[in-house]
């Protein structure tokens, strides 16, 4: 039996719909993981993850927060299909809270078992939005020149993890996939990034969304 999420209105489906579309572009085949707890729903998507032990490219997650109502969750469903029902409940709804039946988990994504941590954020800095804004699109024309067509998956994958995973330039512990996450997922604004360290993990929180970011070898501290 599918699990039933439960939006408070359209506005709050529209928003999660918004999400869906970002992360689609970003990759059509990707899975979301929904983690819903005391009338909180939190949507984290996958921007950059490793694949494979050898491979350095941190984890980097785009997070959304929204009020909804039902019970506990935490599952993984693939982001077309969850999008697909989106559309279909916000086609029929009228006024009113917006139900979704969540459609099959998936159990096989790597990046999913995860977890940031809840507590401990410890804050530092403000960053301006504009060093994310310019430091995503010089390496989105980065990746555009290295890759052409053709190339391969685990090439392509491998030059956006270069580029990606390079810290932008006066911010040693910043790779660079952080600031392509934010202006991807359209959590950049006028308003300053609010940076917190908690261990291993970054956060980078706009009024907008959250950017997580967990990078192998750099710790609050050191």
Do not use: C
């Given at each position: ?118 507590g401990g954020w410890q804050a530092m800095q403000p960053l301006d939005p504009q060093l994310f804004e310019t430091a ?87």
């Amino acid at each position: 039996m599918s699990s039933i999420l439960t939006l408070p209105d359209a506005p709050a489906a529209t928003d999660l719909q918004t999400l869906l579309g970002r992360a689609a572009r970003l990759d059509e085949n990707g899975s979301i993981r929904l983690i819903l707890d005391g009338g909180v729903l939190a949507a984290y998507v996958a921007v950059l993850h490793p694949r494979g032990l050898l491979d350095r490219a941190p984890t980097v997650l785009g997070l959304r927060t929204l009020a909804a109502e039902g019970d506990p969750i935490d599952e993984v469903v693939p982001i077309r299909s969850l999008r697909a029902r989106v559309d279909a409940a916000l086609a029929a709804a009228r006024e009113g809270p917006v139900a979704i039946a969540l459609p099959t988990s998936v159990a096989t994504v790597v990046w999913a078992a995860i977890s940031p941590p809840r507590g401990g954020w410890q804050a530092m800095q403000p960053l301006d939005p504009q060093l994310f804004e310019t430091a995503a699109r010089a390496g989105i024309d980065e990746v555009a020149t290295a890759v052409p067509e053709g190339l391969g998956s685990d090439l392509v994958h491998r030059v956006r993890s270069e580029v990606w995973g390079r810290p932008i330039e006066g911010h040693d512990h910043i790779p660079a996939g952080a600031a392509f996450a934010a202006l991807s997922l359209g959590f950049l604004g006028d308003d300053a990034l609010q940076q917190y360290a908690s261990g291993s993990w970054l956060r980078f929180t706009t009024r907008r969304g959250h950017v997580l970011v967990k990078q192998a070898g750099w710790s609050l501290g050191r």
